[in-house]
């Protein structure tokens, strides 16, 4: 048998702790051909992030601790190369992108200079390595790329600066990719594209492609195996299509159970009158008009979803309501008064009814609190809600209601998961008991089973005390399973509205029809249909 590209041997690694070692990787073996794209699925705390640090020898030592195993590539164990030897591999021959590309680009670094240092630190010249930046960031999608790349990330969206890692990690044109959740938080048209030119430069090059993640429909529309780690352990393998429909273990068939996109769809109803009525809302930036003319109503009670790609309006709508922006116009009735002409004195005791929960938990909770301190802040606020005496109680109690446990009252943000920290933000929203919660992603960066965990939280809150919800999403089987209505977003516009069925089911616009074509869904044969269905739309 020909010898793999890559083969990972019973692989263990550890951590030592404050709170002891947490055995994170515990003797698991898989490998990766030339030209095959190997998925590692799992939940957060799988040990898929960690085997793929490993790999590229970016594990900290200590805390951690390769404690067994040989990872082998074209036969030669990198576990015993020293570092001259793997700083010649390590980008060369294996390159890696993250899952926030925000976190790993120099702020302080035009784009261009940061993809050609790739390149000039294994031996290109400078006039070579800028002519190949030139020519990848044209390859991966990036608009003129002549003036972007004199640009810094921050000027760059979500969906660009993913594509930039992509040209960064593909400027030595290596043998293996590891993508470690390269499409997370995406948008479902942009994260189309970026699985379709993984697939293309894959296809072009070779290479093999190792692709971490915790979504199911990635693993459909992308793998050719798959490999299911949970608690550190390798519990199943095969191909995406076995997996589904014929999955042996209990933790593959729960995380397929959790798979949103298959229930029944709820029924809007119109009748209760609208406690939120929003009439030709605008927002300009000088010349550039980034909501036009925005109108709709919410009733009590009701989920309605904000669907749209990035640039589209979609959180502008919500920080207009919330007033955390001014409008350029238009009005936002609140049970009939206009919250756009409240005085910020008037707005505060209306933000106990109206609450937000933002996309990037990181940025949203605050570094230096605990999270007892960030949940119980809005009762030292509104002092008539809770008295002092009960605040450990009632954080205990909404911990629990997000799948937290009580003794991370007193832990800190940086102490969890990206997926723990949004609930945590959950929490702290629910702390005040509003009327209205404003999700914008709140759930896209969940875990599958998680993620449905808190969306039947926020059903059942929905159900039991009438709150109503703006879903701000890009997981359009989310918002299949939790939307009452949708809007549907473009450049600032609402191009389509209605109840979920018929956006879903009767869909107007062809827009509309390219994001439900772009959507991934777990079932690998309605996800060929789908690839199908999106190729017919792009011709």
């Not at 036969?75 to 060369?92: K, P, S, V």
């Not at 992308?222 to 273990?249: C, F, K, S, W």
């Not at 009767?506 to 060929?528: I, K």
């Amino acid at each position: 048998m020909a010898e793999h590209l890559l083969e990972v041997r019973d692989l263990s690694v550890r951590f030592h702790t404050a709170r002891g070692v947490v055995n994170a990787v515990n003797g698991i073996s898989w490998h990766l051909d030339r030209g095959e794209t190997l998925a590692i699925l799992g939940e957060s705390g799988s040990g898929k992030s960690v085997s793929a640090s490993a790999i590229m020898n970016l594990i900290d030592c200590p805390p951690g601790e390769i404690t067994s195993g040989q990872i082998l590539f074209e036969g030669r164990d990198l576990l015993t190369l020293g570092g001259e030897a793997r700083r010649e591999i390590n980008g060369r021959r294996i390159a890696m992108i993250f899952q926030d590309p925000l976190s790993h680009l120099n702020p302080v670094y035009p784009v261009g200079w940061q993809i050609a240092e790739a390149g000039m630190a294994h031996g290109e010249s400078r006039h070579d390595a800028y002519a190949r930046t030139l020519e990848l960031m044209r390859r991966v999608g990036i608009p003129e790329p002549d003036a972007a790349m004199k640009k810094y990330p921050h000027q760059f969206s979500g969906g660009q600066r993913q594509r930039l890692m992509i040209a960064m990690a593909l400027v030595l044109k290596p043998d293996i990719l590891i993508a470690d959740e390269p499409t997370t938080a995406l948008d479902v048209t942009v994260q189309a594209e970026v699985l379709s030119l993984l697939e293309e430069l894959q296809e072009e090059t070779g290479m093999g492609l190792l692709l971490i993640t915790h979504d199911l429909g990635v693993v459909a529309e992308a793998a050719d195996r798959a490999v299911v780690m949970q608690g550190g352990r390798i519990v199943e393998t095969g191909t995406p299509r076995e997996l589904y429909h014929n999955a042996q273990h209990p933790y593959t068939r729960k995380l397929l159970a959790a798979a949103p996109g298959k229930g029944a769809m709820r029924q809007a109803d119109e009748r209760p009158a609208p406690i939120l009525q929003v009439r030709g809302l605008t927002k300009s930036y000088g010349a550039f008009t980034a909501l036009k003319c925005a109108d709709f109503d919410l009733r009590a009670g009701e989920t309605l979803a904000v669907v749209g790609e990035s640039g589209s309006g979609k959180s502008t709508v919500a920080r207009l309501i919330l007033r955390l922006e001014e409008a350029s116009g238009g009005e936002a009735l609140w049970k009939g008064e206009d919250l756009l002409k409240k005085s910020h004195r008037q707005m505060a005791p209306l933000r106990r009814q109206l609450q937000m929960v933002f996309q990037d938990p990181t940025q949203s909770l605050a570094p230096h609190m605990s999270v007892f301190e960030i949940i119980s802040e809005a009762w030292a606020i509104h002092r008539d809600i809770l008295p002092k005496a009960r605040w450990r109680a009632r954080v205990t109690e909404l911990l629990e209601q997000v799948g937290l446990q009580p003794e991370h009252a007193d832990r800190y943000p940086h102490q969890f998961s990206g997926g723990q920290r949004q609930r945590i933000a959950i929490a702290r929203a629910l702390a005040l008991e509003p009327e209205l919660i404003i999700c914008d992603e709140a759930v896209s960066a969940l875990d599958v089973s998680i993620q449905a965990q808190v969306i039947d939280l926020l059903g059942r809150l929905r159900d039991e005390l009438g709150i109503a919800f703006i879903f701000i999403a890009h997981d359009l089987p989310v918002v299949r399973d939790f939307a009452d209505r949708v809007l549907v977003m473009q450049k600032g516009e609402i191009v389509e509205q209605g109840p979920v069925t018929e956006i879903f089911e009767r869909p107007r616009e062809l827009y509309t029809q390219r994001l439900l074509a772009a959507g991934l869904d777990a079932d690998p044969d309605v996800q060929a249909g789908r690839r199908a269905a999106r190729l017919a739309l792009a011709g």
